[in-house]
């Protein structure tokens, strides 16, 4: 167990749909990571969050957001979903630059 | 662009053999280069790390090789054992820490008894 928690573990929503995904930071933890994992895409980074401000973005769509609250818990926001979204989206967290713990992901249908 | 190129997609090894997967990138700002092992319905977990500074670096059966002048890195895994068996991916970061991991593809490793 890494200690990052997420939320909800399976989501089947429908094309034109929003969803949120939750993740709690293992304790300690100020950076926050989200990841995208895809068959044909593979692991690809998409938003770092540290202590609330946004450090980097990586390959995220316009329709996707992230925010990071004061009690250090995230939520990535997809928007107007599509097909090509279905995806396993992990959760990361890391107190220092190097050690990165992923959580178990959340896996994402869009039918 | 692919920035990390990882090889090969898909290895057998036999158990107590050594199974070697390869990686190389492309960005020089890279400084920092992890891989993880994947086992399935889970996420990615922390094997074994490196920086540039170094040429090699061992945790147990778990080795990293690293050439920075070729822009290359392997991971060497002694004694492979079924346990072993899980997809690995490289990855690479630009220093600072603000980026996140730019993964390879991964490499599908299965143990045989």
């Not at chain 1, 300690?28 to 895409?41: E, F, R």
Request: one cysteine or more.
């Amino acid at each position: 167990d890494s200690g990052v928690t997420q939320t909800p573990k399976h989501l089947i929503t429908a094309t034109g749909q929003r969803v949120t995904l939750r993740c709690s930071p293992r304790s300690g933890d100020l950076s926050v990571y989200w990841y995208q994992q895809s068959l044909d895409q593979g692991l690809q980074f998409l938003i770092h969050y540290y202590n609330g401000e946004e450090r980097a973005k990586g390959n995220i769509l316009e329709r996707f957001s992230a925010q990071q609250f004061p009690d250090l818990h995230s939520e990535l926001n997809l928007s107007s979903l599509e097909l090509g979204d279905s995806a396993l989206y992990f959760c990361a967290s890391s107190v220092g630059e190097d050690t990165i713990y992923f959580g178990e992901g959340s896996w994402l249908t869009v039918v | 662009q692919q920035q990390v190129k990882q090889s090969p997609q898909s290895l057998i090894v036999q158990k107590g053999g050594i199974s070697i997967i390869n990686c190389a990138y492309e960005n020089t700002a890279f400084d920092y280069f992890p891989w993880y092992q994947q086992f399935p319905g889970k996420g990615p977990a922390l094997l074994i790390a490196i920086r540039p500074d170094v040429s090699e670096k061992k945790e147990g059966r778990f080795t990293i090789s690293f050439n920075k002048s070729a822009k290359q890195f392997s991971l060497h895994i002694m004694d492979s054992q079924p346990g072993d068996s899980a997809t690995y991916f490289c990855a690479a970061r630009k220093g600072g820490g603000a980026d996140g991991l730019t993964f390879g593809k991964g490499t599908h490793l299965i143990i045989q008894p």
